[in-house]
């Protein structure tokens, strides 16, 4: 009895798949994956809104301390030791968020001062310009709308909404102490991590370290920036002899920090306080100066020394800010850039497949990189599609026979 020759392994293979499914993925289809995705980082930011008392103060600080960490390595080089190093890196952080905090407080209780100090001129411009809209032949309810923004009650609101922030900054200003203390310990070592993981963790450092200086020159191009445009403003003001010129020059450099809209905030306070004591005339000097220097500064000028800071584009940027003060507060807004740092640092650099959207968020990075790695997994799924056994035990593209002499 003859037996029949086994069948060989390879040719009971099934045919070869020409797009075979890339490793670490799921049977999901593309679509289900980003509504995955989506789901969780809803999931995400609903944790993150309902913490964010918490959350809030525990970011500033860390954007604190990162702004900081710098001034320990010359002391280390000058043979400091590591704890005095910490110690300065904590109190240069507390020097900061004091002044910061100072700052707002004045400025808030200082504007509500004003406000009740003013408050028979407001009411009588307010009458007036309703009798002139109503001469006009505006109709009584336009009339009213329009001067309802201007009325004492709404502007009393805004003064004590202004002041009520600031002293709940004050208030959180204590927790973000003692976020300083622990975290600025810790950047002392994790400083040291090139050292311990440099070879293993090089692409996560690498990231961290992109990450803390993008976030470093943020805030030094804001500053920079605020500072100038907080002098110019404060002595335009001074000039046509507005009441509280410096504390509207502190509210333009504090309001610098918050992108694109920021410019608006700054304005309306001392544009409301000139049209009380001056009427519209001074009101739309203080437009006309506003809109020259900080439209040239922080419209034209300061979004390319940012965008070169942290490579974000312009529309990021601007939906950063509402979505961040829509996730966790106020602080949000000041936080925007470099939240919106962090979450590309995580989700988009440690994947190279990801190079097409990082260049959509500005980026600097090259789309022929992802390009590259596109074609060497095309090459390689093409060279293991050539190389597979067939029923007759060749190779693909190969006669048996000559396979087997």
Known sequence: MTSTPATPASSTRPPHDPHPPTPGTTGLSPAARTLLALACGVLV?????????VLAPLFLAAVIVIICHPVRFPLLARGWPSWLATTTVILVAYLILAALVG???WSGFRFAALVREFLPQLSESVAQIQGQLAAAGLDT???EAVTGWFQPSNIL???GGVSSVALGIGTAFFFVLAYAVFMAADTGRYSTASQH???SRAGAID???RFSSGVRRYYVVNASFGAVVAVVDGVALWLLNVPGAAIWAILAFVTNFVPNIGFILGLVPPAIMAFVVGGWQLALAVVAVYCVVNVVLQVFVQPKFVSDAVSLSLTLSFVSVVFWTFVIGPLGAILSIPLTLLVRALLLEGDPRNAWLRWLSGDDVEPAEEDSHARDAVGRREADHDEEPTADGGLD???AGEHGR
Do not use: D, K, S, Y
């Not at 930011?45 to 008392?53: C, I, K, P, Q, T």
């Open 45 to 53: 930011l609903a944790g993150m809104a309902a913490a964010a008392e």
């Open 103 to 105: 700052m707002l407080v």
């Open 141 to 143: 309810q336009i009339a």
């Open 157 to 159: 609101a805004l003064a």
């Open 197 to 199: 993981f440099g070879v």
């Open 207 to 209: 990231r961290a370290t």
């Open 397 to 399: 593209g190969e006669p």
